[in-house]
């Protein structure tokens, strides 16, 4: 399924911004929950690994997706790679903001929205020392993190007690990593790096952020 929309002046703003801010709150809906299996809930920015059978999503092919090198993938897909293209390679021309549900492409005429997998969502994390900035819709092409390549220790777990995901990650070049999470969850992500830790406590509802920037690691 293709979906293309006009892009109004507002949007070719945020089409040269580094990060998308918070949307208007009437933009908030209703969440369903799902359970994920642990594997299924590798960052982006790390291995990437996949579950047998995991839901993709939908296959989408536009020219707009063509000039990022992702025509033909599925919105799962093309968050995954765009999140760890090297900082030289990425298009500051081209807007990718991940949505709760959807991946939307824009330039400053036209965009596309890429369907995400139902069941999961998709949150980046940026955590940082001394520096950092709003954001609330990830960009996959212009959003910066203070601490790129950098290894972190992470556990995130549900307020149920399950742990999702317990190891080492890698930021990308941009600074962040990205995981896919059950949607309709809640729990915590504490994160470690160097002596210092911070604990960020999340949320995967439709009007949750898919972008955040304000976990300082002290």
Known sequence: MKIVRAVLTLSVALALAACAGAPEA?????????ATPEEDLAPSAGAGRTA??????????????????????????IVDHLETVALAE?????????RPR???????????????????FYVALAPFRSATHECFYHSLTTCRGELAGE???VRITT???????????????NGFVGFWLPRGARGAIELGHEGRSATYEFTTDDDAPTCVTTIQLV
């Open 26 to 34: 009437t933009l908030g809906a209703p969440s369903s929950a799902s």
């Open 52 to 77: 047998p059978g995991a839901d993709l999503g939908d296959v989408v092919s536009d020219p707009l997706l063509d000039a990022l090198g992702v025509d033909g993938l599925t919105g799962r897909q």
């Open 90 to 98: 990425r298009r500051v021309d081209v807007m990718a903001s991940v």
């Open 102 to 120: 959807e991946l939307v492409v824009s330039d400053t005429e036209r965009e596309v929205a890429v369907p995400l997998p139902e069941e999961l």
């Open 151 to 153: 290894t972190l220790e």
């Open 159 to 173: 307020t149920t007690g399950e742990v999702l995901l317990e190891g080492e990650v890698r930021t990308a070049d």
